[in-house]
């Protein structure tokens, strides 16, 4: 699914290349967010690019942009771009909502 070439830049501050790259920076997420979830609310496609808005969602259960754990789930908005090679995704842009993040990992620090 994803080429070999792969690269992705997240809104958490990371750029990623190729399978393991982007392995490790999946499992970081993982380990902050439980029953992590990308929801895809719509998609937009055109030539070899597709652009989805989502929802990012999960149980905040390890460190997170600087918060502690507080067991309680946090879902934010974003978007990413998608480029494909061919069939395969070459290139990954995500941009989420942090500052709305930060809100709600500090009320929930409370």
């Given amino acids: 699914m994803l080429h070999e070439s792969f ?17 490790q920076y999946v499992d970081g997420v993982h380990e ?3 029953d992590y979830r990308c929801i895809i609310q719509q998609l937009v496609s ?4 597709v652009f ?17 754990p507080t067991g309680k789930r946090v879902e934010w908005h974003g978007c990413a771009l998608f ?4 069939p395969l995704i070459s290139d990954v842009w995500v941009l989420g909502d942090l500052k709305n993040l930060e809100l709600k ?6």
Avoid: C, V
């Fill in 52 to 68: 989805a808005k989502m929802l990012f969602t999960g149980i905040h259960k390890g460190d997170f942009m600087g918060f502690s």
């Fill in 83 to 86: 480029t494909f090679t061919g």
């Fill in 7 to 23: 690269t992705f830049r997240g809104s958490l501050g990371q750029e990623k290349k190729g399978h393991d790259g982007f392995a």
């Fill in 105 to 110: 990992l500090e009320r929930n620090a409370i």
């Fill in 32 to 34: 902050a967010l439980g």
């Fill in 46 to 49: 055109e030539d070899n690019k």
